[in-house]
């Protein structure tokens, strides 16, 4: 029409006319196997043979630019085919330029006026091909143009096909455009039943249906795969069932744990797995914990209780043969004397083994709060041995003390505890030394830690015995043949205030040879221990 208005020649334009329908007509054709390496390859080539004819057939100069129409072709797939193309354009079109230099292609085969007609027309439409193309490639960031079925690519169906749950792919108008046969199970949807919409996911419970929707919609907002744990119901005809004689139904409750991936161009991949055991074992572990701790707990509160009910009576028992003990109230033939000490040296034993009790079971029930403050570790150790030291002399033991005077020994902890663990090691060594034995209590800095040491020559322990020591309720071959049997908390109790304080214990012993235990605490505490 515009040619006949400025009075050109139409019909010797229909050859040109109907050679630029072709690659618009191919490409047509090939939208519905677009996704083929060789459908864009072709699509490429005839694009790539509109610029050559037009070179050829009208002149290279100024319709070398028609080249330009592949690359931007190729936009719509995937980079690589960009750089392709760019290369087999710019490689015809060398060629063409050195044909028509040497003459071997003529200048043009059009009149004046269809010249000016082709340049003006097929400029033009050089660039609103271009600017369609490259709105195209932005509107879609998927290698490409036309989502179609994975159904035609035998290798990725079988690999979908292998995966233990259902894997579906969603289009922009959610429209199932791919199932795997798993789905048909998880989803209620076959890969038969050609293209559906997404309102049949799980379309035997509304509320399921609904949370999936929503997956869909929060996953095509997201960079990154969502995944959620999605709760379906659904009647069964319990006549189905042989062992069921009623005609009633009951609801199945099944569990998926369903991802939804965004793939690009809107279109969301859906892959669901049955975890309906997995979450029923996941409820029986954590009934199991909760069983666990309440029956930790129970044990704790009832050893606390029972301690310390027993406190009470023992404190009258030692009350009162301590009286005797000191004949309080008159001369006590020599028998009841020495069963009055009998008696008081037995109820204090108990109530040291009672008191160790009741504080691991604050300790393990968390309990045992630490009450910081700043003091010289040397004042604790020398107070300590000045309690502990009648003790000693009983057992005919040797005590002293080595503390480096020359450092600094402030530290900033719970005193209390700090002495609580110097007694119970003190006295641990005093029973299992025997007379003329020595045992040393020592104290040094290393950089920002303290280091106690109770050093003794005792009788020591063996390799078996250092790999339960420290653990409640366990002793050593030697505390069991003791006539000083403990709790076998005492160890237990160090360790566990020790670790309190953010510090480790360290026990090195040799059969016959004596034991040395060392302590190592920071100077000053951890932020989370002041808070506990």
């Not at 195209?136 to 233990?164: C, T, Y």
């Not at 005609?247 to 892959?271: D, H, R």
């Not at 930790?296 to 009470?312: D, P, Q, Y």
């Not at 020398?382 to 002293?400: C, E, F, G, N």
Request: hydrophobic letters at 45%; aromatic letters at 8%; a negative charge.
């Amino acid at each position: 029409m515009a040619a006949a208005l400025r009075q050109i020649d139409v019909t010797g334009l229909v050859p040109m006319v109907m050679a630029a329908f072709i690659p618009v007509v191919m490409t047509l054709l090939l939208i519905p196997v677009l996704e083929k390496e060789w459908a864009q390859n072709f699509l490429v080539f005839i694009w790539i043979g509109l610029a050559l004819a037009a070179c050829m057939a009208l002149s290279f100069i100024p319709f070398f630019a028609l080249f330009m129409i592949a690359p931007a072709i190729a936009a719509l797939f995937q980079k690589e085919k960009v750089i392709e193309a760019m290369f087999f354009s710019a490689f015809i079109a060398v060629i063409v330029f050195y044909l028509n230099v040497k003459g071997l292609i003529p200048d043009t085969i059009a009149t004046e006026g269809q010249m000016r007609w082709a340049q003006n027309t097929g400029l033009m439409g050089l660039a609103f091909m271009i600017i369609a193309a490259m709105y195209g490639s932005a509107r879609s960031a998927e290698p490409v143009i036309i989502v179609k079925r994975v159904h035609d690519s035998g290798a990725e169906k079988d690999l979908l096909q292998a995966l233990p749950g259902a894997t579906i792919r969603i289009s922009p108008k959610n429209d199932i455009v791919y199932s795997t046969s798993q789905a048909l199970e998880i989803f209620g949807v076959s890969d038969l039943v050609g293209t559906v919409s997404t309102a049949a996911l799980f379309e035997s419970d509304e509320s399921a249906n609904r949370q999936i929707l929503m997956l869909i919609d929060r996953a095509r907002m997201s960079p990154a795969s969502l995944t959620d744990i999605i709760t379906v119901q659904s009647d069964i005809d319990s006549s189905d069932k042989a062992s069921d004689k009623s005609s009633a139904n009951f609801v199945a409750t099944k569990k998926f744990e369903v991802t939804a991936s965004p793939i690009g161009g809107k279109n969301i991949g859906l892959y669901a797995i049955d975890v309906t055991d997995r979450e029923a074992a996941y409820v029986r572990m954590q009934s199991g914990i909760e069983n666990a701790y309440q029956d930790a707990t129970g044990k704790t509160l009832f050893f606390a209780g029972v301690s310390h009910e027993l406190r009470t009576p023992l404190n009258a028992i030692i009350g009162f043969s301590d009286m005797m003990r000191s004949r309080l109230f008159g001369p006590l033939p020599s028998k009841y004397a020495e069963y009055a000490d009998l008696i008081h040296n037995s109820g204090q034993h108990m109530l040291d083994l009672i008191g160790d009790v009741l504080d691991m079971t604050k300790v393990d029930a968390g309990k045992y709060g630490l009450h910081y403050s700043r003091f010289d570790i040397a004042d604790v150790i020398r107070s300590t041995i000045k309690m502990i030291r009648p003790m000693a002399d009983d057992a005919d033991v040797i005590l002293d003390a080595e503390i480096q005077t020359h450092q600094d020994l402030i530290v900033k902890a719970d005193r209390k505890a700090v002495r609580q663990i110097l007694l119970n090691l003190i006295s641990n060594a005093i029973k299992f030394t025997p007379k003329g034995g020595r045992i040393v209590v020592g104290a040094k800095t290393v950089g920002g830690t303290l280091n106690l040491m109770v050093s003794d020559n005792g009788v020591g322990m063996s390799p078996e015995d250092l790999k339960v020591i420290g653990r409640p309720f366990s002793q050593g071959a030697s505390a069991q043949t003791s006539d000083e049997r403990g709790s076998g908390l005492g160890l237990s109790l160090v360790k566990s205030l020790v670790e309190l304080h953010g510090g480790r214990v360290s026990f090195a012993s040799q059969l016959g040879e004596g034991t040395t235990i060392d302590i190592y605490m920071p100077l000053e505490p951890v932020e989370d221990d002041v808070k506990a």
